[in-house]
């Protein structure tokens, strides 16, 4: 068995009683960076254990190790630097080869910064993950683009040595009044999670440099005007279902209960859809 395992993202606290059981019982436990492990695995009293080094530089040839450590019968677990692995982070070409082989694998949830931000965002649309931006400047504005008139919000990551240049380009993309929620170290003792307009929270990173500091994760909200005016997918999709029992007018009004919106649009939508 092949467990994945979610680690803290920075309490050390922040570990599930099953995760620890499982942590114990494994004979192998395959580490992003095993000096970084080894202090959260002290911190849970489990030791002795044979650590393997797994990151994206060698994750193709340690999963081919993998494969045959499975074959005689070992328990391997995966766990990251912070969070959960394939995240962000190594571990989807892992989890294919195994798979591929026809091993199981179990994943053990917990911590990722980027459902800890969404959880006490108050964002309330649709979401996408996006990951971390790329480094330079021109390619991460080319996929700001993408989001100009999305519906749903975007999370991403960022590090603190361009955490100013991103809030920059959002500014000079998507304007200065987007909304964004800002989540910087979270779980540890100088955790910052700000809700600001984009130029607000430049000026308030610009200004003192100890916010330029630690990960970050941010939660770029959809413009006023699109949030208010699109229907998203999911709430299309209600829609569909609900016609095929109720005539349009119900249909409108209770999905319009449900997920919000132009009502105008959602009965525009709704009498296209009968036409059909």
Known sequence: MLYICATPIGNLNDISLRAIAVLKTATIILCEDTRHSNIFLKAHNIENKKLIALHEHNENEVSLKVIEWLKLNHIIVQISDAGTPA??????????????????VSPLPGPCAFTALL????????????????????????????????????CCYEAPHRIIECITDIISILGDSRIIVMGREMTKQFETIKKLTAAQLLDFISNDANQQRGEFALIIE??????????????????????????????????HKLFGGNKDKLYQLALKYKAN
Not at 87 to 104: E, H, M, Q, T, Y
Not at 124 to 136: E, I, K
């Open 87 to 104: 995240i962000s982070d190594p571990g989807a070409r892992l989890c294919n080869k195994v798979l591929g082989a026809g091993f199981k």
């Open 222 to 255: 959809p413009s006023a005007l699109r949030a208010d005016d699109l229907i998203s997918a999911q709430q299309t999709y209600a829609l569909e279902q609900m016609l095929i029992e109720l005539p349009p007018k119900k249909a409108v009004n209770l999905n």
């Open 119 to 154: 959880s006490v965002s108050g964002v309330s649309s649709p979401t996408l993950f996006y990951g971390f931006l790329p480094h330079t400047s021109s390619q991460r504005k080319k996929v700001l683009q993408q989001w100009q008139d999305s519906s749903f919000a975007i």
